[in-house]
């Protein structure tokens, strides 16, 4: 998703543990792993929508190209 950003400090240690880790995570830099795990958690709490609404738009034209949806 983009849109405006704010800074995040983490302790260096975490920083380090994540990028030393980036390929394993299936992530390209810190930021986008730290970004992937506090969405997915705030989803399970529900305080996120599960899809964006540009998310949700994609869903519905791959399920439009595979003859799910008219």
Same mark, same amino acid.
């Given at each position: 998703?983009?849109?405006?950003?704010?800074?995040?400090?983490?302790?260096?240690?975490?920083?380090?543990?994540?990028?030393?880790? @980036?390929?394993?995570?299936?992530?390209?830099?810190? &930021?986008?792993? *730290? !970004?992937?795990? =506090? #969405?997915?958690?705030?989803?399970?709490?529900? @305080?996120?929508?599960?899809?964006?609404?540009?998310? &949700?738009?994609? *869903? !519905?034209?791959? =399920? #439009?190209?595979?003859?799910?949806?008219?």
């Amino acid at each position: 998703m983009i849109g405006k950003r704010k800074a995040v400090r983490i302790p260096s240690e975490l920083w380090t543990a994540i990028r030393e880790n @980036l390929e394993a995570f299936g992530a390209s830099s810190v &930021e986008e792993y *730290v !970004e992937a795990v =506090l #969405r997915e958690d705030l989803r399970e709490k529900g @305080l996120l929508p599960a899809y964006t609404p540009e998310e &949700e738009r994609e *869903v !519905e034209r791959r =399920l #439009r190209d595979l003859g799910y949806l008219d």
